[in-house]
């Protein structure tokens, strides 16, 4: 059976999610997938939901980390499998072999994605301690975000206020 190489994206949650932050990741290069396996744990600023393999096969990349925040449709994960109702999803650069097999540029596998430009995402109680103190969120730098998913929490705020005051 011929297998290939697909780029699982990010999903879409709808048209006012964007993006989607990585919680977790339950499964590593390597391992074999069945469909509906819970592979990874994504959020979005609503929800938090169990990601599952689309496809049986084995997943031969993650291309992310636990805490990087995605746009929707970016690839995080590289299953190679046989089921052609997901050849739209192949690998740009995969290449099969004469005898069916896969092969790859050695920089396709593996190779983490291009950093992603990410800027701090602030919870609502968070968002609303900076403006009481007079600051604006979206210009605010030098602040640690340590909440879920690396979000700005109500404490870093008040970490971040107290260490000015002294």
Known sequence: METFLIDVPIPSMGATVNEL???SLKAKAGDAVTKGQRIAELESDKS???FEAPCDGTLRAILVKAGDVLPAGTAFLQIETADAALRHLAHQAAQLTGEGKLGTSPESIGSPVSPVSRPLIW????TK???EAGLDPATLTGIEATGPGGRVSGDDVARFLATRKS
């Open 21 to 23: 932050t990585v919680i």
């Open 48 to 50: 938090v939901f169990e």
């Open 123 to 126: 919870t609502p109680r968070a």
């Open 129 to 131: 301690l900076a403006q």
